[in-house]
């Protein structure tokens, strides 16, 4: 009897100890969300792909669709900072690439099909 109880004991700690540690996990994910968020608001965009990019294999399906769409966004704020067209059309092809429903006008997607190789979050 008294080793049952130990057993439901330490059952029961582990099982705490389990959903501790997926909540402590959850809490960083959403704070790295955030400071990509933060940065992406600072029109820091380089910055805040890095950080979209650096997250997209630690989310699963939907949350993974809205950061798509985030990143999507930085790289077309990257395109659309006074640089030359080739360079303009190697972040609007990867913006689509993130995310093809990426609000681009037409001559944006126009841009993006004339494009060349994709671009990385450092530079085309």
């Given amino acids: ?33 955030n400071e990509a968020t933060d940065l992406y608001n600072a029109r820091k965009y380089e910055e805040a792909a890095r950080a979209f ?7 699963p399906g939907e949350r993974r669709a809205n950061l798509r769409r985030q990143l999507a966004l930085c790289y077309k704020n990257l395109a659309t900072l006074e640089k030359p067209l080739d360079e303009q059309a190697r972040w609007m092809k990867k913006a689509l690439e993130a995310d093809p429903e990426v609000p681009l006008d037409a001559m944006e997607r126009k841009i993006a099909e004339k494009g060349g190789q994709p671009a990385s979050a450092t530079g085309p």
């Fill in 53 to 59: 990019e650096k997250l997209m294999g630690k989310l």
């Fill in 1 to 33: 009897m008294q080793a049952l109880k130990w057993v439901f004991v330490i059952a029961l700690v582990a099982t705490a100890a389990f959903f501790v540690k997926r909540n402590l996990e959850e809490r960083a994910l959403i704070g790295e969300q």
